[in-house]
């Protein structure tokens, strides 16, 4: 019998920020994947995602973005999950049945399309200059839709029988990565989230996994000491 051949990966650059849950995920699932990428930093804080260079790879100036030599620059994490999956399908990053990969999609969606998006850098410029929000109102504005996206996927979660050790079953989902992301971002922004045990125990599940422990925020190049 003749062997497949081997995986090669392809020469990945990986345009990221230390800060964001949404590089985060990627990073994971690259790691889990054992792949690799060369990371371009692009400082959110100043602003270097509206640059011209950085619009011409993503028009709509957000981060991450996978590039492979003599293709489209891919955007959006949870795209950027799907493809590496289907590349590299070990290990899986969604259960093999139809309803298991709908509820582990379902759940990466209610954090990473439902609740990230409402605290990223564009939403806090727009409500701090036309939308009169201080300080201590884009705080509250954070902890109010942190609270709400958990606490939803929390209910999910400790009343589903799908849950087992990690947010579906006893293997790593794109869910987990999602979830792991939403708790690593709070940390950075020294948020927390009371009454929800199940995603607690998921979460330090995850982040005992060397995948999860390198991708850390304050890991990163850029990180603040």
Same mark, same amino acid.
């Given at each position: 019998m003749s062997k497949q051949p081997a995986f090669e990966q392809p020469a990945f650059e990986l345009y990221a920020f230390w800060r964001t849950s949404a590089t985060y995920r990627v990073r994971v699932a690259l790691s889990l994947k054992g792949m690799t990428a060369h990371e371009h930093i692009v400082n959110l804080d100043a602003g270097e995602q509206r640059s011209p260079e950085f619009l011409k790879i993503n028009p709509l100036g957000a981060i991450p973005a996978l590039v492979e030599p003599g293709h489209p620059p891919l955007t959006q994490s949870v795209a950027i999950l799907e493809f590496l999956d289907e590349i590299a399908p070990a290990p899986s990053l969604l259960p093999p049945d139809p309803h298991g990969r709908a509820r582990v999609r379902s759940i990466a969606a209610m954090l990473a399309s439902d609740t990230h998006p409402l605290i990223t850098p564009r939403v806090k410029k727009y409500l701090t200059s036309a939308g009169g929000f201080d300080d201590a109102a884009w705080r509250a504005w954070q902890i109010h839709w942190f609270t709400t996206g958990l606490m939803a996927v929390e209910q999910r979660l400790a009343m589903e029988a799908e849950t087992g050790a990690f947010c579906h079953g006893d293997q790593v989902t794109m869910a987990d990565i999602?979830? *792991?992301? @939403?708790? *690593? &971002?709070?940390? &950075?922004?020294? @948020?927390?989230v009371a009454g929800t045990p199940t995603i607690d125990r998921i979460v330090a599940r995850c982040e005992a996994l060397p995948a999860f422990a390198n991708a850390a925020p304050n890991r990163q190049a850029g990180a603040p000491a």
């Amino acid at each position: 019998m003749s062997k497949q051949p081997a995986f090669e990966q392809p020469a990945f650059e990986l345009y990221a920020f230390w800060r964001t849950s949404a590089t985060y995920r990627v990073r994971v699932a690259l790691s889990l994947k054992g792949m690799t990428a060369h990371e371009h930093i692009v400082n959110l804080d100043a602003g270097e995602q509206r640059s011209p260079e950085f619009l011409k790879i993503n028009p709509l100036g957000a981060i991450p973005a996978l590039v492979e030599p003599g293709h489209p620059p891919l955007t959006q994490s949870v795209a950027i999950l799907e493809f590496l999956d289907e590349i590299a399908p070990a290990p899986s990053l969604l259960p093999p049945d139809p309803h298991g990969r709908a509820r582990v999609r379902s759940i990466a969606a209610m954090l990473a399309s439902d609740t990230h998006p409402l605290i990223t850098p564009r939403v806090k410029k727009y409500l701090t200059s036309a939308g009169g929000f201080d300080d201590a109102a884009w705080r509250a504005w954070q902890i109010h839709w942190f609270t709400t996206g958990l606490m939803a996927v929390e209910q999910r979660l400790a009343m589903e029988a799908e849950t087992g050790a990690f947010c579906h079953g006893d293997q790593v989902t794109m869910a987990d990565i999602c979830l *792991a992301s @939403i708790a *690593a &971002v709070m940390r &950075v922004f020294k @948020i927390e989230v009371a009454g929800t045990p199940t995603i607690d125990r998921i979460v330090a599940r995850c982040e005992a996994l060397p995948a999860f422990a390198n991708a850390a925020p304050n890991r990163q190049a850029g990180a603040p000491a």
